[in-house]
């Protein structure tokens, strides 16, 4: 089955830089992933997602890049805000409406 | 994207008893899957749950210790059978309605003491 591997498992960023957090993948058959943020208490939300059909995405301050041959992809915030302080996840799935497997996850803390 | 009712919102059982979580969406879909987020940690698959069909579970999970409902394109029970302390976590539903933007339930947070 599908193995996602998430880096780092912390990441601490002064307000106003980027972060980048950066996720592998094992099935090459896998043509979904999106990126979540999770907030103490509350449930995963969705902020960002890229088909393999392409390279990058972009959405305001957010953006993935997806390398299919390396079989890894990557969220990049830029300008970093301390509402951007959360865990957040990858995640991969192999086809449309298919199940989801997660990476471990990487604990954000943007410091003002 | 579509949109999960999930409840309860937390519950504080005692072990060797059962609690049903139920979720509803708004939309028809085809899956639904129900995932487990031990402290601290990711979402892990329990099973995932197709309407007039048995549930398919994930290794490591049973169907005697999380049977699954699924009656209708709408609805899905999990239960958490025989509780003790180890299977406090948040338990979640999720649908992938059209296919992509899945969307989670807001959890159940059960403590087992």
């Known amino acids: 089955g599908e193995n996602v591997e998430q880096h780092p498992s912390t990441l601490s960023v002064q307000e106003g830089d980027s972060a980048v957090i950066k996720c592998t993948y094992s099935d090459s058959a896998s043509n979904y992933f999106p990126w979540y943020k999770q907030e103490l208490g509350k449930r995963p939300q969705l902020i960002i997602d890229?088909?393999?059909?392409?390279g990058e995405k972009k959405d305001q301050r957010i953006a993935v890049t997806l390398n299919k041959t390396a079989k890894h992809f990557s969220l990049h915030i830029t300008e970093t805000q301390p509402e951007d302080s959360a865990v957040y996840f990858c995640a991969a799935s192999n086809y449309a409406g298919n199940m989801l497997t997660f990476g471990g996850g990487t604990r954000l803390m943007v410091k003002p | 994207s579509a949109v999960i009712s999930q409840k309860p919102s937390r519950d504080i059982c005692q072990r060797g008893t059962s609690l049903t979580i139920q979720c509803q969406v708004d939309s028809q879909v085809t899956m639904m899957f129900w995932y487990r987020q031990q402290p601290g940690q990711s979402l892990t698959l329990i099973a995932t749950a197709n309407q007039g069909s048995e549930a398919t579970y994930e290794s490591g999970f049973v169907i005697d210790k999380f049977p699954i409902s699924r009656p209708n394109l709408t609805f899905s029970t999990l239960t958490v059978s025989n509780m003790s302390p180890e299977d406090s976590s948040i338990y979640l539903c999720s649908v992938g309605a059209g296919g992509y933007g899945y969307t989670f339930g807001s959890g159940t947070r059960l403590t087992v003491v």
């Open positions: 890229i088909r393999s059909n392409v």
